[in-house]
């Protein structure tokens, strides 16, 4: 049975990571922007401390990536009318639009790469993607 070749994943990882970040400029976004954008747009309301939860990060990690948010116009504070100490987080206009633009650039870098690959590696690459992120 073959091993897994774990610092050859790893450098596979990190060359698909530059080549999402490149594509991602395009937007003015990084990869944890990116994230923290998909999730808002299908979450609608979320709260800093749930979003750090999510993303799996601390709350002050999360805290300094929405605040770079709200500055570029992205994301804004929408009050919480169950709980007057916190606030909800949710995309702006602007934010809808630049995630439009980002999904569009990553989707190239999908595309791009995965027709470099016939469907059963895609197929496998993809199970074996869902198998990591469920072991947590």
């Known amino acids: ?15 698909f990571e530059k ?4 594509a991602l400029m395009y937007s003015g976004l990084r990869i944890p922007q990116f994230r923290v954008m998909v999730f808002l747009e299908k979450s609608g309301n979320i709260t800093v401390s749930d979003l750090s939860r999510y993303m799996n990060v601390t ?26 100490r916190s606030f909800y987080v949710v995309l702006t206009e602007s934010g809808l639009r630049r995630l439009e633009l980002a999904k569009k650039e990553v989707k190239l870098v999908e595309d791009r790469i995965s027709t470099t690959f016939d469907t059963e590696t895609v197929a496998a690459l993809n199970k074996f993607s869902r198998a990591l992120l469920s072991k947590g």
Do not use: F
């Open 59 to 84: 709350r002050a990690t999360m805290s300094v990536l929405v605040n770079q948010l709200l500055s570029a116009g992205i994301v804004k504070n929408k009050a919480n009318s169950r709980d007057k």
């Open 19 to 22: 080549k999402l970040n490149l």
């Open 1 to 15: 049975m073959d091993k897994l070749q774990v610092l050859e994943l790893l450098e596979a990882t990190q060359q």
